[in-house]
């Protein structure tokens, strides 16, 4: 390794605190276990948010991701087995038992087979969809008092909502058709344009928010830009071009980049972090979700409604799904998130952060399918749509650490990443602790022809919140930090590309 090179292009220094000169800590455990960073978990940072926002302990939230996973799956299952039977699928908001709809009661066990708690109901899902249709195509007749409409599969039927005084003009509008519930509400949601998502990026004077990294560039709301519409990033080079826009009747944009910039399959956790995203399972009604956004941060939920249509002053959108996370303006365009899996950007909403709200999210697969996008995520290298090498089973035998100069630090350890998106945490799966200020250095070498990040983070009460990062484009990476007392821990983390790494930490 190039120490000049690495000083000159992927050294990070950053002033934590005063410095001071200690002997270095021995990097002993604490007793605290790192939870395993097998593919599913998810990111501390997210289920920071899901603690705060649901009300739910580390263990909680986790347990509960991991429950929401395995029912979408299941759900997936069923909706195809039971075909033209279907009415829709959610989670009971007290339990967490997967709930699935029937026409058919002859299907029942076959739901409770597949560890689902049936529902026998009139409607199936495509009359629900066809009933909601047939609202949509009378959309300009609507009053600006009716917020928008949505099927309601715990219901079995299609939820009109109307602000107060306007129920008659609601039932007037849907015809007075059986499975049509009418709904009073205070919502009154606008379009919440000037947003960042993920990071912002700006048409002319306006500002909005990237939402997923695509193969050649990215997705964002569709009121954000017209086709032909260039966009600069949040440095204000030029960036890219809106080549699809489609505002009212859906809300997507997907602006297309130029060489300069390069997608990564990462969502920003306004909390110094990032958020990898894995790929686009849709999350069921009733599970949680988590909504990044410039002005409010991350915020999380739970998925309402699928399928809703937003009368917003501008035109009618129809195929939202309907939340209960707050935003506010600065949010819109952003990334939604339910675990590691992507979900949508976001569109607009009623209410705010202070007092709660609705949040409407246009559905992210519906963009990639309608535009033929690739999501980047990072099984598919995180750039470029170039595939990493695939994973191999581990061998007998440790892999053997590359020959490195980062051996000449003080405490040395070595581990091994399988493929893009893989992590591992140091010392050992764990973290240290530092009486007093003192300066840290980190020195990591990888293979040749990879891009492995280090990340250096600090226990916050919370949880562990990344204070510094090399993110160069190789596997040499060096962070350089004056650091206050605290228990910190490093992160490796793999780009693109596998291979075994060499770890040096000391301190002065």
Not at 6 to 22: E, F, Y
Not at 196 to 201: C, N, S, V
Request: charged residues 20%; proline residues 5%; negative net charge.
């Amino acid at each position: 390794m190039d120490r000049r090179r690495v000083l000159a292009a992927s050294v990070i220094v950053a002033t934590l605190g005063a410095a001071a000169a200690i002997t270095v800590p021995a990097l002993a455990t604490t007793g605290e276990d790192e939870r395993t960073t097998a593919a599913g978990t998810a990111e501390p940072e997210l289920l920071a948010a899901l603690q705060r926002d649901l009300a739910l302990s580390a263990d909680q939230a986790q347990r509960r991701l991991d429950s929401e996973r395995a029912a979408t799956r299941t759900l997936a299952e069923l909706r195809q087995d039971v075909s033209a039977a279907y009415a829709g699928g959610w989670l009971n908001k007290d339990s967490g038992q997967l709930m699935v709809a029937v026409t058919d009661s002859a299907l029942a066990d076959e739901v409770r087979a597949a560890g689902a708690e049936p529902k026998v109901v009139e409607r199936s899902a495509n009359e629900l969809d066809t009933l909601k249709q047939s609202l949509d195509r009378r959309a300009a007749t609507a009053s600006p008092e009716l917020p928008g409409w949505y099927v309601d599969v715990a219901t079995n039927s299609v939820v009109v909502l109307a602000n107060a005084g306007a129920e008659a003009a609601a039932r007037e509008f849907a015809g007075n058709a059986p499975g049509v519930r009418v709904v009073s509400t205070d919502e009154a949601p606008v379009p919440l344009f000037d947003v960042r998502g993920g990071d912002p990026f700006f048409i002319g004077n306006g500002r909005c928010s990237v939402g997923f990294s695509v193969v050649g560039g990215f997705v964002t709301a569709g009121h954000c830009g017209r086709v032909g519409d260039d966009t600069t990033g949040f440095n204000r080079q030029a960036q890219g071009t809106f080549s699809a826009s489609s505002f009212p009747g859906d809300d997507f944009g997907v602006v297309q980049v130029n060489g300069d910039w390069t997608p990564r399959p990462v969502v920003n956790d306004f909390n110094g972090g990032e958020v990898v995203v894995a790929g686009s399972e849709e999350a069921p009604v009733g599970a949680s979700i988590c909504r990044s956004g410039s002005t409010t941060g991350t915020r999380c939920g739970v998925v309402q409604a699928k399928n809703a249509t937003v009368n917003y002053p501008e035109g009618t959108v129809t195929g939202l799904t309907r939340t209960n996370v707050c935003a506010e303006p600065g949010d819109s365009g952003g990334s939604w998130m339910s675990g590691d899996q992507a979900q949508g950007v976001t569109s607009g909403g009623s209410g705010n952060c202070t007092v709660g709200g609705t949040t409407f999210f246009q559905p992210l697969n519906e963009i990639l399918q309608r535009n033929g996008l690739t999501l980047v995520t990072s099984a598919n290298g995180g750039g470029g749509g170039e595939a990493p090498p695939p994973a191999t089973e581990a061998p007998e035998e440790p892999a053997e650490p590359p020959a490195s100069q980062c051996a000449d630090q003080e405490n040395v350890m070595t581990g091994s990443l399988s493929r893009a998106g893989s992590r591992e945490v140091q010392p050992n799966g764990r973290f240290f602790r530092m009486a007093t200020t003192a300066r840290l250095t980190a020195c990591l070498d990888g293979p040749a022809g990879v891009d492995f990040d280090l990340f250096l983070q600090r226990w916050n009460g919370r949880t562990f919140q990344t204070v510094a990062q090399a993110t160069g484009p190789s596997s040499d990476e060096q962070i350089v930090v004056n650091a206050p007392a605290g228990a910190y821990r490093y992160r490796v983390v793999s780009e693109r590309g596998s291979g075994a790494y060499t770890l040096g930490i000391s301190t002065s």
